[in-house]
């Protein structure tokens, strides 16, 4: 288990850089233009999720070690691609664009048979504690090198400076093999599981719990994921935030997930993810809901604190039901077609996600909203009117819990027995 933990958190030093938006300063500092610029950093999530279901189908046939080292040695491969690439002039976003796309194979390798690989090593009465610890980790570390990346690129930004610190995530792959071996495959392939594509797939949609529970996910994710990023477009663009501002409130809601991973795990193990589940679904509804709220208070700062506090509050109960969503699954993983199973879950998120961004554009590009309305006499934007509609839809769909095994008590036994005893 701490091999797990420290697996993901040599793999964050490249990922994360994806998520900060070095990767996009680097091809900019290259001079690829924005178009192009859109089309690479297209090409990791998109190649991810495509390949998902085939490599996870494969880690179930051959080995779900063998799938994942084959990805880390690629994507040791891209990440140093991408740090070479800009000693090779005009070839230089080329190879950045074979490079992501190798870093995006580890991705879709290692993914696809990390869950099913855990199933077994982590105890089910410790996997919301373990989870949590783990994503808490990582979440640490990418703060920390966030930090230290931006002090660095404040001093010097040149192209030298970034091939550097793409080189040092390469290394951090080098290590990150020799730690994942560690991790022992207790359920290595048998001449069963050696069953067609197809037919994996027909049998993880037949297991009913997982399929539901599949749906809830999907559900979930469509009418909370985009919620951050509109909620800072409104800080941004309506109240007219600073930007350093915007980084605290921020860093506010990541202190707040690591606050709710923390916590939710240990309620999890205690009494089981269903109150995880109904208390921070109703949760997320109602804070959506009281970032309107905001317009109630006058004074600046007042209005500053509330949304510090706002913000806490929601990555809180983002974190938590985050891991409720992972101890739940791995409590559904059939003992055949684990990887498939696991993937499927995956890719229903990964679509949540992807629409709950579609949505917004789509609304405001078709203008069918009001630019500004009020409520209670106060003024609002378009983006509150999207947000209220999530926070309605969220709130309705309490109802989508029941879609969650653990909720008619048909899941895994949790550990309550054990800690009563």
Known sequence: MRAAIRTQC?????????????????????????ANTMVYLAIYPLA????????????????????GQGGLVLGTLGWTLIGLAGFFGDAAPWLVGVGIFLAALCFSMLGASWFSLLSPVV?????????????????VV?????????????????????????????AAYVARIFV??????????TAASHIPFLTAIQATFRNGPLARFCVY???MTLFTAGAGSLIAMTEKRVIEYSDGQII??????????????FFGGKIIDRFGPRSVFAGCHIALGLGLFAFLLRVLFDAPMAMLIYLGALHFALGSARGAIGIAMTTELMGLLPEKNKSVSAATFSIFQTVGVALSGFMPAWLLKSERLKETWTFAGHPLSDFDSILLGYSVMTLLLISSLALVPSMQGKAEPTSLGLNRL
């Open 123 to 139: 105890p089910k009465e410790i996997r919301g504690r373990f989870f949590a610890r783990l994503r808490t980790w990582f979440s």
């Open 48 to 67: 991810g999720a495509a390949l998902l279901l085939p490599f996870a189908w494969l880690a179930d046939r051959i080995g779900k070690k063998l799938v």
């Open 217 to 219: 996910a999907l559900l």
């Open 142 to 170: 990418s703060i920390v090198l966030s930090l230290i990346y931006a002090a660095v690129l404040e001093r010097n930004n040149a192209v030298i400076v970034y091939q550097f610190i793409f080189l040092i995530a390469a």
């Open 180 to 189: 994942y071996r560690k991790i022992p495959e207790l359920e290595p392939p």
């Open 10 to 34: 040599f793999g964050i030093v490249a990922e994360g850089m994806i998520v900060n938006g070095i990767l996009l300063l680097y091809l900019t500092a290259l001079g690829v233009d924005a």
């Open 248 to 261: 605290v409130l921020a860093n506010l809601s990541i202190g707040g997930s690591i606050c709710g991973m």
